[in-house]
């Protein structure tokens, strides 16, 4: 389900124009020539043959809002749902680079906050993960990993002293982990949602 999220806001606002113009049509047919039936069946025909080619155009106009980098004070103003699942509430500074399955974020946090956070995703959510839960939060040597490369391409700074806290994994692929950086004072977030 996580997959068609951006497809949803498109599919409400084909689905609440194509709706109107057939109810319309059908309203004023019936007042003109008692053949508001007719004008119905063939509009909501119409209506089903045109509904995701007008999806797709619809689309092209809210992706923008939807998808790409934002910034955000703080966990209270991060916009997108599937992010909030994952962001620590105790996150300031956020930039998150919002893509359809999956995003990046970079936040300001201390160690204890993410410590808390992973404790908390693992109380919630732990039951569903598919994989147990790591004895140990690790440093991993990062290497050409497709987050690496987008860090690098908005212009974060990549620390070696990343320390990773993986999140459950649920059974659909979705899970997140932050790589932690005790030196810089800032994390990065990966998220995936299926």
Known sequence: MFIFWPSML??????A????????????????????TRVFAFGAFIAIVVFIPCCIVVQ????????????????HDVRCDFARIFLPETATDITVD????????????????VEAWLDQQWATRGKQS???????NEHRELGPEWWV????????????????YD?????????????FSESEGFAYQVAYYW
Do not use: C, M
Not at 130 to 136: E, G, T
């Open 10 to 15: 498109p599919a409400k606002i084909t689905l």
């Open 17 to 36: 124009i194509l709706a109107g113009i057939v109810l319309t049509a059908t309203i004023v047919a019936q007042r003109k020539r008692r053949k508001g």
């Open 60 to 75: 092209k106009f809210t992706d923008p809002y939807q998808l790409g980098v934002f910034v955000h004070q703080d966990y």
């Open 98 to 113: 919002q893509q359809i399955n999956r995003h990046v974020a970079k936040f300001v946090i201390s160690k204890p906050q």
């Open 130 to 136: 598919i994989k147990p839960r790591a004895s140990k």
């Open 149 to 164: 490369e987008r860090a690098r391409e908005l212009g974060w700074q990549v620390p070696s002293d990343l320390v990773a």
């Open 167 to 179: 999140g459950p994994f649920w059974q659909s692929g979705a899970s997140a982990t932050i790589f």
